[in-house]
């Protein structure tokens, strides 16, 4: 949605994740956990035993072993809002971020408004709540009142860098709802810590309760990695999406 105005908010709810580089498969968990036994490997594990292999991924996510899980690399370009980077970056590890930087370039107008499915309104208190439908006055009302925030905060930021003031200190202007991009880089093990925060999902053994909007991503991120290493993601799913 635009009006053609380049200082008027694009507005977005959608967040996209693109797997731009990647070396992972199953064959590197097994690579990596049969020196145990058995010395140096061969890089095209899978193929020799399909059905043992799939045993030892599944041995391995049920009992813990989790290092074999980190030999393998994925690189993702992912566009979302700054308050889901706020909380992304708080997974340390295994993970390399590199975000788009809002001291060497003008940060473009787009903004984050709910879509129609997210659920609006939280009821319970702290620890035991759910989120339900928000009416469509709610809706109406987030859509508009967040509009005009997001086109006077624009026109602050606007207003200071006409003026010569530096871009870092114009930015302040803007809010959490500004789009941000960045490339993280994770290997299986650290992404399935991940999820198994930031995903809601009826297999897992522990529950979490994460926004939408960094479930959204996560979401993203786990289909492309479920179609790299098939066996290690139905190996999660059934030992409780719980990390190794
Ligand atoms: C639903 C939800 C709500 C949240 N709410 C809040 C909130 O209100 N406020 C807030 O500040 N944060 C909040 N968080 C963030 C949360 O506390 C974690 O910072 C975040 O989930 C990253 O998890 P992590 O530390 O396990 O991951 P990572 O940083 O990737 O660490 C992975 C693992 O390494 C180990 N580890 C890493 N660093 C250390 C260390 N310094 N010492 C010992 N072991 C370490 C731990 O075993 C850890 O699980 C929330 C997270 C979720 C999922």
Redesign the pocket.
């Given at each position: 949605m635009t009006s053609g105005d380049d200082s008027k908010p694009l507005l977005r709810s959608d967040v996209t994740v693109e797997l731009v580089k990647s070396s992972a498969s199953d064959s590197d968990v097994l690579f990596a956990a049969r020196v145990s036994t058995a010395g140096e490997q061969s890089l095209d594990e899978l193929s020799k035993d399909p059905e043992r292999s799939k045993g030892l991924i599944n041995y391995l996510m049920r009992d813990r072993h989790g290092s074999p899980f980190e030999h393998n690399s994925m690189t993702f370009f992912i566009s979302a809002p700054i308050f889901v980077f706020r909380?992304f970056m708080?997974?340390?590890?295994?993970?390399s971020y590199n975000e788009e930087s809002g001291r060497y370039r003008e940060l473009q107008p787009v903004f984050y408004v709910p879509g129609e499915s997210r659920k609006l309104v939280q009821q319970g208190r702290p620890g035991k709540y759910v989120f339900v439908e928000g009416t469509p006055a709610q809706h109406a009302t987030v859509h508009d009142v967040l509009t005009e925030s997001y086109e006077q905060a624009y026109a602050a930021y606007q207003k200071l860098l006409a003026e010569g003031v530096a871009r870092e200190v114009a930015r302040a202007a803007l809010p959490v709802g500004l789009y941000s991009s960045m490339y993280a880089t994770c290997n299986a093990r650290?992404l399935m810590?991940?999820l198994g925060?930031?995903t809601q999902h009826e297999l897992a053994k522990v529950p979490?309760?994460?926004?939408r909007e960094i479930e959204m991503v996560g979401e993203k991120m786990e289909a492309e990695w479920a179609e790299l290493m098939p066996l290690t993601h139905a190996a999660f799913n059934a030992n409780g999406r719980v990390a190794p």
């Open positions: 909380e708080r997974h340390r590890v295994g993970w650290s810590h991940f925060l930031r979490s309760f994460p926004q």
